[in-house]
T-cell receptor
């Protein structure tokens, strides 16, 4: 496996379900990110894990909970989601600080909340 | 706060022609990075090209080049010799350095290459 992988690629869940999205990077990077892409809206940064420090967008609801057990793996735990949470969730990684800090993205998880 | 503006929601170009996608940014940071990404209908965000705020020359990567005009705060993407596979959504983004490492994206331009 190379680059950034995400599983599952598609997910349909009810509002009372609990599910987790998984991201794994094989690039040797030390920073990982979760983004949300809703229809007709720019990408929105949700969470950053960089050098063991977590930074979050204060507008992200608590029903989204990230976990980063090591520099290669990132999870997004979902519970009691709302239909407006339906979106494409993208994971990315980069090497930071210094240099270009280019973020490389995974293929995304398309989430539909019913 | 950073802001990225892409004023062209949709663009059409004939195959083998060149096309310019516009991007303007607004930042007070002295050091920043500018990126262009391509997003096909499959959803993956593909990195295309990078320009650093202190770079003296415009960046080039194969058929992609970046027309960087720092005083005007513009970073337009030029795609030469367009191919049908170039049809996709294109996003301009700016990196704010620091602990947040925030990448702010524009709203994107949907490029369609016509045969």
């Amino acid at each position: 496996e190379t680059g950034v992988t995400q599983t599952p690629r598609h997910l349909v869940m009810g509002m009372t379900n609990k599910k987790s999205l998984k991201c794994e990077q094989h690039l040797g990077h030390n920073a990982m990110y979760w983004y949300k892409q809703s229809a007709k809206k720019p990408l929105e940064l949700m969470f950053v894990y960089s050098l063991e420090e977590r930074v979050e967008n204060n507008s992200v609801p608590s029903r989204f909970s990230p976990e980063c057990p090591n520099s290669s793996h990132l999870f997004l735990h979902l519970h009691t989601l709302q239909p407006e949470d339906s979106a494409l969730y993208l994971c990315a990684s980069s090497q930071a600080p210094g240099g270009r800090e280019t973020q490389y993205f995974g293929p995304g998880t398309r989430l539909l909340v019913l | 706060a950073q802001k990225i503006t892409q004023t062209q929601p949709g663009m059409f170009v004939q195959e083998k022609e060149a096309v310019t996608l516009d991007c303007t940014y607004d930042t007070s940071d002295p050091s920043y990075g500018l990126f262009w990404y391509k997003q096909p209908s499959s959803g993956e965000m593909i990195f295309l090209i990078y320009q650093g705020s202190y770079d003296q020359q415009n960046a080039t990567e194969g058929r992609y080049s970046l027309n960087f005009q720092k005083a005007r705060k513009s970073a337009n993407l030029v795609i030469s010799a367009s191919q049908l596979g170039d049809s996709a959504m294109y996003f301009c983004a700016q990196l704010r350095r620091g602990s947040a490492r925030q990448l702010t994206f524009g709203s994107g331009t949907q490029l369609t290459v016509l045969p």
